[in-house]
């Protein structure tokens, strides 16, 4: 990997990046970032004004930054790490199509631990049957954007996966009826500066199985980020996910 570009360095996973980057040696070509921002490196406003584009781009910005990000990756043969969550359906099938000419790495959480967590659970349902109801919590700072967290989704992605087809259920106030067995309740809690807690719950009539992870600093997302952009930047074009990662540091 010749280098990194942080979108949205100035934030703070843009931030946490940079940091570890330091510690680890790895070299930053330059930031960007619409709003002022104080760095070791060259900071842009835009992609497009970087003069010289190489490296892999690891995007800690908004969904709605996606079009922007897909346009320059594609038009500079620039592998992505896009750790940003609160995708569109429409956004994910860009990102996919996109796929086709770059490489690119997306994940709905840039921790290890996740995807293993979300292995787990989801070998867990498919062990413990039909019988048992499956809700997700997740807990975050009370600044995040999207809800429910991308992490909650991709876990309950990876249960579906598992166990097949279930209805995604968000809130309850509406219905005045038992809980179909066909479903996987899923909960938002905002407030104060949790960095991220979810808890996926398999519940039975006599048992209760509670599996949680804990993002302790914002630093776990930042070495995933690092460890994503290490590995994707001599792939093929194609779409890549933690998966992929993880298998690859199995064999």
């Known amino acids: 990997m010749t280098g990194i570009i942080i979108n949205g360095c100035g934030g703070r996973m843009g931030k946490a990046i940079a940091a570890q980057s330091a ?59 896009l750790a940003t969550t609160g995708y569109t359906k429409e956004q994910r099938a860009s990102i996919l199509e996109a796929s086709k000419k770059i490489p ?72 005045r009826a038992s809980r179909p067995k066909k479903e996987i309740g899923i909960h938002s809690v905002r407030g104060g500066g949790v960095i991220g807690e979810h808890t996926v719950m398999i519940i039975g009539q006599h048992e209760t199985i509670s599996v949680t992870h804990r993002a302790h600093d914002r630093g776990l997302f930042a070495y995933g980020a690092l460890r994503a952009a290490e590995f994707i930047a001599d792939k093929k074009n194609g779409f890549y996910t933690m998966k992929d990662l993880v298998s690859s540091e199995e064999k």
């Open 23 to 81: 510690e680890k040696g790895i070299n930053i070509l330059c930031g960007v970032d619409i709003f002022p921002a104080e760095a070791d490196f060259p900071v842009y406003t835009a992609l497009k004004d970087i003069p010289s584009p190489c490296g892999v781009v690891i995007d800690f910005t908004t969904a709605s930054a996606l079009e922007g990000v897909l346009e320059f990756g594609v038009e500079n043969s620039i592998p992505l790490v």
């Open 104 to 175: 690119i790495f997306n994940s709905g959480n840039m921790s290890v631990g996740v995807s293993v967590t979300a292995k787990a659970v989801a070998d867990i349902a498919l062990d413990m049957g039909g019988d048992f109801d499956i809700e997700i919590i997740e807990t975050h700072h009370s600044a995040k954007l999207d809800a429910p967290s991308g992490t909650a989704l991709m876990l309950a992605d990876e249960i579906q996966n598992a166990i097949g087809e279930r209805e995604y259920v968000y809130e309850r106030a509406s219905r």
